[in-house]
């Protein structure tokens, strides 16, 4: 029987059973009386092996009414996949959309026990997004392909031509100069005085103090500086500390959290304001990750021959050298850039770090960059490198457990914590993200020097529109 014009009851259970099911109305059949829901509700203990028994369209009735949430079916059912159907069902009443097979956010055909309790929460499905690969590639003598996530056609084609100007260059050298990761607790303190103390104490024989605090959360943690900022009466508190292979927010924050607990015994007066001040700063540009660094600090250089510019490229060495001074520096000066010095860094870097499980959020700070390119040898090569103080990347946990984007770095040969020297597999990751900005930077300064940006554009960009009725629902 049909009871709201949504549900109905397709096979009639024992009476038992029928006492845990949810009624939407007061009445099913005359064989069958339900309870109420609030009769139900007040009755019903929602377990793995209860909820199995409920239908969908039940456990949606029961969300609905606000008797379980949302973000614990995946507990109470045993099940990530139903999960994921049963929230599809309830939040579809809310769109445009009128069936699930209308709905074309694909759900089936992925593992969502990778995801929980890493990577999102309340999940209805996933996104996919085309994969592309630049290269192959030549940095520090190894050859590899650049996988890429992205929507922006011409992105791909235009990385891999720098690429292969730059290999016939040679290919790609970088260096690291630093890898720390930072977190900035706010303190606050009762008087000017006392908080000038403790900022004095912090920088020199407090930080062996400090030191011993992050080392007992973790032996992957360890603290390698610590810069004080006094304003008023409130200190802002910048520890640095190197991660391993993780990209290390988390790490740093519980030794940072380790470190308060052992200042507030030398400082008892003192106050904690906020674990994380913006001093450190994450996800929002600023000039002290410009400056200081934050995660990993890379340079990556290469120098093409005057031939390979014309031949590849199209344009010619001083062409190059010219327009990234007038764009790259005085441009970007003139709009008052803070690591903006650069034509689309944050391109190529937020591709690597979707396609290989890093946090896209993270490319405000890691894609800051500056871009210099100059004639050398008499005007017969280009030298271009790129500098990148704060690259953000890690090679284990957060949405690197995902398959697919582990099979990414995988592909780049840098999964995982390495064997032998702890940190060595992200900061090489950082290493090739940055010449692979620097391969973007070449081919896109090239299109504007040649005036065929718009061009290529067109041609790779523009595709007739894949009309809305022939996508495939999943």
């Known amino acids: 029987m049909r009871t709201n014009h949504t549900f109905c009851l397709k096979h009639p259970k024992s009476l038992c059973q029928s006492r845990k099911l949810i009624q939407f109305n007061s009445l099913c059949t005359n064989m069958l009386h339900m309870k109420t829901m609030s009769e139900c509700a007040s009755i019903f203990k929602i377990t793995p092996e209860d909820a199995s028994s409920l239908s969908d369209e039940e456990l949606v009735m029961l969300l609905i009414h606000d008797k379980i949430p949302a973000r614990a079916l995946e507990r ?13 069902a309830l939040i579809l009443r809310g769109t445009k959309s009128k069936t699930l097979e209308e709905f074309l956010l694909p759900m089936h ?28 590639f030549n940095v520090d003598g190894e050859s590899l392909y650049l996988p890429m996530a992205t929507t922006e056609g011409c992105l791909v084609a235009s990385t891999s031509r720098g ?39 912090l920088e020199g024989h407090g930080f062996n103090k400090m030191q ?12 390698l500086k610590i810069k004080a900022a006094v304003a008023g009466r409130l200190v802002y508190i910048r520890f640095s500390a190197s991660t ?26 003192m106050s904690i304001v906020s674990l994380s001040g913006n001093y450190c700063t994450d996800k929002k540009s ?8 934050r995660g990993k600090s890379v340079v990556a250089e290469a120098v093409i021959p005057r031939m390979v ?20 520096l005085i441009g970007s000066a003139m709009a008052g850039a803070i690591g903006g010095f650069n034509a689309h860094a944050a391109n190529i870097l937020t591709a690597i770090y979707l396609a290989t499980g890093q946090d896209p959020a993270q490319n405000v700070q890691s894609s800051a960059c500056i871009t210099l390119m100059k004639a050398i040898n008499n005007g017969q090569d280009l030298l271009i490198n790129c500098t990148m103080p704060s690259i953000e990347v890690g090679t284990f946990g957060g949405g690197t457990v995902l398959p697919p984007q582990a ?42 020097a040649t005036g065929s940006l718009v061009e290529s554009h067109r041609i790779l960009n523009r595709p007739p529109p894949c009309p809305i009725d022939r996508l495939a629902p999943h």
Not at 169 to 194: H, K, N, W, Y
Not at 212 to 223: G, K, P, Q, V
Not at 428 to 444: N, Y
Request: charged letters at 20%; hydrophobic letters at 45%; proline letters at 4%.
């Open 76 to 88: 109470i059912l045993g099940d990530t996949t139903r999960a994921v159907q049963i929230r599809r």
């Open 109 to 136: 055909g992925y593992d969502y026990s990778h995801v929980l309790g890493r990577c999102c929460e309340n999940v209805i499905g996933y996104i996919p997004l085309p994969v592309g690969v630049a290269g192959p």
């Open 163 to 201: 690429c292969k100007a730059i290999n016939t260059g040679g290919g790609a050298t970088t260096v690291l100069l630093a890898d720390c990761m930072t977190r900035a607790p706010c303190v606050e303190f009762p008087s000017i005085i006392q908080a000038s103390a403790c900022k004095k104490w």
């Open 212 to 223: 011993d605090a992050f080392r007992s959360t973790s032996r992957f943690c360890c603290l």
């Open 244 to 269: 391993g292979d993780a990209m290390g927010m988390n790490m740093v924050t519980k030794g940072s959290e380790r470190a308060l607990e052992e200042l507030g015994k030398w400082f008892p007066t």
């Open 286 to 293: 600023a000039a002290i990750n410009w400056i200081e660094g």
């Open 309 to 328: 510019v014309e031949s590849v490229l199209g344009t010619t060495v001083a062409a190059l050298a010219e327009l990234n001074l007038n764009k790259n």
């Open 407 to 448: 099979s990414m770095l995988d592909l780049l040969g840098v999964r995982g914590p390495h064997a032998e020297r702890p940190g060595a597999n992200a900061q090489r990751l950082a290493r090739i993200i940055c010449a692979g900005v620097m391969a973007g930077e070449l081919s896109l300064c090239a299109a504007l």
